[in-house]
């Protein structure tokens, strides 16, 4: 019974490991579309937008923002 334990535990520890990044920059079109507008308001306060999506990280936000918009001309940045 240890070793069925220890084999899924292995199994999940190693699909988290291969799919680390994707689930971080998976956001949904409200996550998205939410990120967009508070940092509109509050620009690059990766802390604040995240304290109104559940679940995310100050880090993920930041990531997915870098990743998602760093090669395009800022959105709107705040005066």
Avoid: C
């Amino acid at each position: 019974m240890a070793d069925s334990d220890r084999s899924s535990g292995d199994i999940s520890l190693d699909s988290r490991e291969e799919s680390s990044e994707d689930p971080m920059l998976e956001f949904s079109e409200d996550e998205e579309t939410l990120v967009v507008r508070m940092f509109n308001l509050v620009g690059e306060r990766w802390s604040l937008i995240a304290g109104r999506i559940p679940g995310r990280t100050a880090e993920e936000i930041e990531k997915y923002w870098t990743s998602r918009f760093s090669n395009n001309s800022r959105i709107q940045k705040p005066i």
